[in-house]
């Protein structure tokens, strides 16, 4: 019985191995089945299933002519035109035949994409990284890197080009209001008679809104003539844009390097003194300001540099120092007016709030004060003195009739005065003067403000005009360490 028992245990065991196996052997084959093979070609990939070299029937390591020489054999062989030609071939096999041979010979003319190719097949385990490659050169545009940096440097050159003929037609149009510039320009025009044939009769005359764009017109063509004008609002030139530069850089090269040479020779190596334009370019230097921007200068500006010998490295330091010194000093004596302001006018706001206080104290007590009287009046007066005065009236009955009466009359309009006067008349005195005490503190507060105000301001401009010299009406334009050399002129003196 025991051996027959153990007999079957172990025929069981036997089983249920052999399921397990049998579980595990098919999801083995399962996987292997759809995951793509690693030796195999890929579909859908350059030749699919089969490799490009056997179709064109070449070797690996051919060359393009003997690509191109296979390629134009094969295509005139497996051409759909001459598909009748060909023992056991229809048009739909020469048709298939030729799109592979193509298919071929563009993968395998092009470097890059032959080089990809021959990667695939060394390493066809890298399945996901082939589709990858193979279609990212399929879909990426291609277009010359060469085309595309010289359509961006021409649009880049275009739009630089007009914004600056937009800057200089602004700055025509604002010369053009500037009375300074308009008068010279419109005195010009009468001179050349050309705003007296704006101005025409009979039929050929037009309406007001013409004549003055017209003149408008003719003033701005003066201004553009007359007026030259520097820096960034310059009058555009072609030679100036992107295209240009790049175009003539050889040659501004060879000019740089002919002119440092020359400058080199001259006076370091000869010790000549500068000239008036060498000077200028070494204080342009100093300054670090660009040509356009040191060509914005006035004349005077320039002679200023001129006599102060600012091309000599040490003038210029001395004179920078003396600019960042009278800079802490405006500063600060700025800020200290600034700090002295804000504590007037809190101090003044302080008054004006105490004296409104006041005032509407003042009021209230005056009010409550002719309360006092008119009931004084109104209570107290018809209670104590309207009977003595009756009393009184009785008594010089007796004596006389004609006095009774004109009392009895009295007795009438005493209340009368004393009771409606102080009822109607006294508040509305009283409301009078009030507001006119509360309109007064306001006004001498509002004096008061504007007086510090206006001392605030003319402080602050005497400050910019004593230590900068370039105070206007309309700003304070704020200049560089460099610029404040053109204006400092007191510590330096």
Not at 63 to 76: E, M, P, T, W
Not at 159 to 182: C, D, G, H, M
Request: hydrophobic share 50%; glycine share 2%.
């Amino acid at each position: 019985m025991k051996s027959s028992d153990s007999s079957s245990v172990e025929m069981a065991a036997v089983t249920e191995y052999s399921r397990r196996s049998a579980q595990w052997t098919a999801v083995i084959f399962t996987v292997v089945l759809f995951l793509p093979s690693a030796t195999a070609l890929i579909d859908g990939l350059y030749c699919g299933t089969e490799i490009c070299y056997d179709v064109l029937g070449v070797p690996r390591d051919a060359v393009k002519a003997d690509i191109a020489r296979s390629y134009r054999q094969l295509a005139r062989k497996y051409h759909p035109d001459r598909f009748s030609s060909l023992a056991g071939e229809t048009r739909e096999s020469a048709h298939q035949k030729f799109l592979l041979v193509a298919t071929a010979y563009e993968t395998l003319k092009d470097e890059d994409s032959r080089r990809d190719y021959d990667y695939m097949l060394d390493n066809p385990e890298e399945y996901y990284s082939h589709y990858y490659t193979y279609y990212r050169r399929r879909l990426a545009p291609k277009v010359d890197v060469r085309i595309v940096i010289l359509v961006t440097v021409v649009a880049i050159s275009i739009f630089q080009y007009y914004s600056w003929w937009a800057s200089y037609a602004e700055a025509i149009n604002y010369l053009s209001t500037v009375p300074k510039y308009r008068i010279q320009a419109t005195e010009i025009a009468k001179q050349l008679g050309l705003l007296n044939k704006t101005k025409e009769k009979g039929k050929n005359r037009r309406s007001k809104e013409e004549i003055r764009e017209q003149e408008e017109e003719i003033i701005r063509d003066i201004i553009k003539n007359k007026i030259d004008i520097k820096g960034g609002y310059q009058k555009p030139k072609i030679l100036d844009i992107l295209l240009c530069k790049i175009v003539l850089f050889p040659y501004c090269l060879c000019a740089y390097v002919v002119w440092y040479c020359k400058w080199t020779y001259r006076f370091t190596i000869c010790r000549e003194e500068y000239g008036d334009q060498e000077k200028l370019y070494i204080i342009r230097k100093n300054m670090n300001m660009s040509q356009s921007q040191f060509d914005s200068l006035e004349e005077e500006q320039r002679d200023t540099l001129l006599e102060r010998q600012l091309w000599i490295k040490y003038n210029y330091e001395v004179c920078s120092n003396v600019v960042v010194a009278t800079e802490v000093v405006v500063v600060t004596l700025v800020v200290a007016t600034e700090e002295a302001a804000v504590v007037v006018v809190t101090l003044v706001v302080v008054v004006v709030v105490a004296a409104v206080v006041a005032s509407v104290v003042a009021a209230v007590v005056v009010v409550v004060a002719l309360s006092v009287v008119v009931v004084v009046v109104v209570v107290v007066l018809p209670v104590v003195v309207l009977p003595v005065l009756a009393a009184v009236a009785s008594v010089a009955v007796v004596v006389a009739q004609a006095a009774a009466v004109e009392l009895a009359q009295a007795a009438v309009v005493v209340p009368v005065v004393v009771v409606v006067l102080p009822i109607l008349v006294l508040p509305v005195l009283a409301a009078v003067a009030s507001v006119v005490a509360v309109a007064s503190v306001v006004a001498v507060a509002s004096v008061i403000v504007v007086v510090v105000d206006y001392t605030h301001k003319q402080w602050n401009t005497l400050l910019c005009t004593r230590y900068y010299n370039v105070i206007t009406t309309e700003h304070i334009r704020t200049h560089s360490i460099c610029e404040h050399i053109l204006y400092v002129n007191t510590f330096y003196m």
